[in-house]
């Protein structure tokens, strides 16, 4: 059974920190176009970085900079470092993984999705 389970979010000041996991089981991740995308409350789901088979990253304007992507492939493991937050921050954020390069982080192109880990950021 294919599994992706989100961890790390919390509640933080702007200017702090988070390091969310996305713990994967049932498949490999280094053999799919792993991604995150976040989901703020009446807003439309938004992919925020993605990393391919190998190490080429992508990300969003608004977290260039601020936001890496990685991978542990012993682990089965996807990060996600997030360094200045800010309240635009505040989502549900989900880790996800696509069959298929897709660097544009179209939603509709991910076959397998986690159930979210939330990060709320405050002024």
């Known amino acids: 059974e294919v599994q992706l389970v989100e961890s790390g979010g919390g509640s933080v000041q702007a200017g702090g920190s988070l390091r969310l996991s996305c713990a994967a089981s049932?498949?490999?991740?280094?053999?799919?176009?792993m991604a995150w995308f976040r989901q703020a409350p009446g807003k439309e789901r938004e992919g925020v970085a993605g990393i391919n088979k190998g190490t080429i990253t992508t990300y969003v304007e608004s977290v260039k900079g601020r936001f890496t992507i990685t991978k542990d492939n012993a682990k089965n493991t996807l990060y996600l470092e997030m360094n200045n937050l800010k309240p635009d921050d505040t989502a549900m954020y989900y880790c996800a993984a696509g069959y298929y390069d897709d660097y544009l982080l179209d939603a509709g192109a991910f076959n397998y999705w986690g159930q979210g880990t939330q990060v709320t950021v405050s002024s």
């Open positions: 049932g498949f490999t991740i280094s053999t799919y176009f």
